[in-house]
Nanobody
Framework: QVQLVESGGGLVQPGGSLRLSCAASGRTLSNSAMGWFRQAPGKEREFVTAVSRSGLNTWYADSVKGRTTISRDNAKNMGYLQMNSLKPEDTAVYYC????????????????WGQGTQVTVSS
């Protein structure tokens, strides 16, 4: 299994930017696609974005498309989520996920999860 730890969350004003990081240990991250999900208070966890093992292919939820970039550095066993033009509705706990097989939009396709990092967008 892969252990995942997210970092980089915090409080940011609307229109601001944040870069989340996901550090993997225990096994190489390059064997799996990885994704980011988020869960807002009172809502179900939802797909944000995913990236293929090579990093060449990416997928985004419509709600973040154009404002968000997922990337990975397999040599460093790291994943990243760059979020720009943040909105209050982006407020959520963000989770990094890996050990994926199947539909990358579906959280049940991932076996490895981080503990989450809080992102709050507020003035």
């Amino acid at each position: 299994q892969v252990q995942l730890v997210e970092s980089g969350g915090g409080l940011v004003q609307p229109g601001g930017s944040l870069r989340l990081s996901c550090a993997a240990s225990g096994r190489t991250l390059s064997n799996s696609a990885m994704g980011w999900f988020r869960q807002a208070p009172g809502k179900e966890r939802e797909f944000v974005t995913a990236v293929s093992r090579s990093g060449l292919n990416t997928w985004y939820a419509d709600s973040v498309k154009g404002r968000t970039t997922i990337s990975r550095d397999n040599a460093k066993n790291m994943g990243y989520l760059q979020m720009n033009s943040l909105k209050p509705e982006d407020t959520a706990v963000y989770y990094c996920a890996a050990c994926a097989s199947g539909n990358l939009y579906d959280e049940s396709s991932y076996d490895c999860w981080g503990q989450g990092t809080q992102v709050t967008v507020s003035s």
